[in-house]
Structures are given as structure tokens and as C-alpha cells.
């Protein structure tokens, strides 16, 4: 099946990021839909975490009253509607505004063996607090992984002794606590 060279999802009604697997091993999911249109992407968690960030950037420049809709992105469910068929891999990741409709737009574009190579693009656009609520979410998301070393910022194995790479001649062994 050939995808279209351009995915444009308007004003999405949903948009999410989240995870499936265990930590260590989770593959992470860019989600949006519009009407029936739903497109999912995989993506990396270093994509999830700097969309976050961007996101609320974007959203801090834009306006200065985020209190409002701080408590409505608790509210919105925004679980990976099932099932998971991702469409590609993504290997860039962009961020716009329209100030004239006032929207955000997530650009994905997909990763291709070759570089000249031009593969699909999937535009993403919705309002405010729909991003809002997605950076939100990304940014749960990124952190409910594995817990870090504090020595060495590496991630810890659950249920697996770490022994720092910076403990200076000495093992420093960490060993998470087990809930």
C-alpha cells in the first residue's frame, strides 16, 4: 500500500502521545484523529520529551494566562486508541503556529533509508489546549519510564543491581526501590 506523500488532519479532535511495553523496552506512539482519519507514527522518546517542551514554550509566548486550562488537560483521556497500526517511523519532527487560526501544527515527516529520499509527511493541527493537554501528556509519559542513576543520569534496569560508570575507582551499586 502507497501512502499519500502528504497527511493533513486540519483540526485534529485528538492527538496523544503514549507508550507501549515495559520500561527499558517501550516504543513510543504519536496519535491523532480527525473525524475517521486516525494516523499513528512511531517515534522516539527523545522526539516525545523535546515536542513537550517546545509545545509549552510556544504556548508561554503565545499567552499568559495557562492556569485555565492546567486542570482541563486532566479531564481529556488521551490513551492510544486501539488497535496500534503505525504508518511509519518518524525521523523529523517540527512545530508551527497560524496566527491567523489560531492553531499549532505538529510536522512529522518520515524516516527514509536515503537521504535525497523524500518520504511521507503527516501535518498535525489543533487548537491550544488540545497541545497543551498533549505536552502535558509527552511529558508524564517521558518521565514514567526507568528511574535514573543519580551519579550517572543512566537509566536504572528494573529489579537489577546499576553499578555507576562514575564511581572513581570505587563501585557505587544503586539498586532501585522495588515498589
Same mark, same amino acid.
Given at each position: 500500500? $502507497? ?6 488532519? $486540519? !483540526? ?39 515536542? $513537550? ?7 508561554? !509566548? ?81 518521565? $514514567? ?35
Amino acid at each position: 500500500m $502507497s501512502l499519500p506523500k502528504l497527511i493533513e488532519l $486540519s !483540526q485534529a479532535d485528538f492527538v496523544t502521545i503514549d507508550t507501549i511495553g515495559p520500561p527499558g523496552q517501550r516504543i513510543f506512539y504519536l496519535q491523532a484523529a480527525q473525524g475517521d482519519t486516525l494516523v499513528t507514527v512511531v517515534i522516539e522518546k527523545e522526539h516525545a520529551a523535546a515536542l $513537550s517542551v517546545a509545545i509549552r514554550g510556544l504556548l508561554e !509566548q503565545l499567552t499568559e494566562d495557562e492556569a485555565e486550562t492546567a486542570e482541563e488537560r486532566e479531564l481529556i483521556n488521551l490513551d492510544l486508541i486501539r488497535p496500534v497500526e503505525p504508518l511509519f517511523r518518524a525521523g523529523r519532527l517540527g512545530l508551527g503556529y497560524d496566527e491567523t487560526e489560531d492553531k499549532l501544527v505538529i510536522m512529522v515527516e518520515e524516516l527514509t533509508e536515503e537521504e535525497e529520499e523524500e518520504g511521507t509527511r503527516v501535518h498535525i493541527w489543533g487548537s491550544r489546549d488540545l497541545m497543551a493537554a498533549l505536552a502535558h501528556k509527552a511529558a508524564f509519559v517521558v518521565a $514514567s519510564g526507568r528511574p535514573l542513576c543519580p551519579l550517572c543520569a543512566e537509566p536504572i534496569e528494573p529489579g537489577e543491581e546499576h553499578v555507576c560508570v562514575r564511581g572513581n575507582g570505587r563501585k557505587h551499586i544503586f539498586k532501585p526501590d522495588e515498589d
